[in-house]
């Protein structure tokens, strides 16, 4: 029971990594709250906690990333339910691939905005609320993709790269609070959004990870879990690929 007693938050939950982490959060004593866009898909997903996981502790919080408006209300009815937070783990983004020569002034807003500034919007609260309680772990999603850049990726790694350098700025600024802040870069996993790029794009992307497959959810979750528990810390500013040996 790693975090037992921790009130964890998790952007993007419904499904794929952000599911994954809520899960195993729950598993190991935390209480999760589930926020995301789609109250409804929320809700199917804490019915889905509470079917699999004994006597979890899920709360359902609706929440856009992308929007300082609907960030600072939900941080508010947080404060409301519980008084205080633990554990962020910024997990929502979109992915929107374009050559540099097709991309639009709306497809740049359209990546930034939830991948980039929502990190910033929530960590400005989270760690707030943290620093009520001196101390708390601040995870943020990047990508292997923000490390090593690709091909009609541009904004997409632009976006991944920023949350990096964000990561390690706030974790200068916040370790005297006792607040922890790292990234996870994940390669290429088996989420719906890596689905969507289609069956001949997403063979060939498995054909460049060295360990010979695709990447699950869990294995992302399992290290938030460190990130987010006592295993860690004395581990701040740190980026964590986990890519299988992925090559771009």
């Known amino acids: 029971m ?9 952007t993007g939950a419904a499904r794929g990594i952000g599911y994954a982490t809520a899960r195993l959060f729950a598993e190991e004593g935390a209480h999760v709250v589930l926020s995301g866009r789609s ?7 804490k019915a889905s906690l509470e ?17 300082p408006e609907s960030v600072r209300d939900a941080f508010q009815t947080l404060f409301k339910l519980t008084k205080r937070l633990d554990v962020l783990v910024s997990n929502a983004g979109v992915l ?31 760690s707030r609320l943290m620093a009520r309680n001196k101390g708390g772990s601040i995870i ?30 706030l974790a200068k600024e916040l370790a005297p609070q ?12 088996d989420t719906d959004m890596a689905r969507s790029i289609g069956p001949e794009k997403f063979a060939e992307r498995v054909a460049s990870v060295r360990m010979g ?23 701040t500013g740190q980026t964590i690929g986990v890519d299988g040996g992925m090559l771009i």
């Open 2 to 10: 790693l975090l037992k007693d921790k009130i964890a938050l998790v």
């Open 39 to 45: 109250v409804e898909k929320l809700e199917e997903a």
């Open 51 to 67: 079917a699999t996981v004994p006597g979890v502790q899920a709360t359902v919080l609706g929440l856009d990333v992308a929007s």
């Open 96 to 126: 929107d691939d374009a050559l540099i020569s097709m991309v639009t002034e709306a497809q740049i807003h359209r990546v930034f905005e939830p991948n980039t500034y929502g990190v910033l919007y929530c960590a400005q609260y989270a």
């Open 140 to 169: 943020n999603l990047a990508s292997i993709i923000g490390t090593n850049g690709n091909v009609g990726q541009a904004v997409y790694a632009g976006s991944k790269a920023a949350v990096i350098g964000i990561t390690k700025s």
């Open 178 to 189: 006792n607040i922890r802040v790292n990234a996870i870069a994940p390669g290429f996993i």
């Open 213 to 235: 497959r695709v990447g699950s959810p869990e294995e992302i979750a399992k290290v938030a879990l460190f990130l987010a528990s006592d295993l860690s810390s004395y581990v």
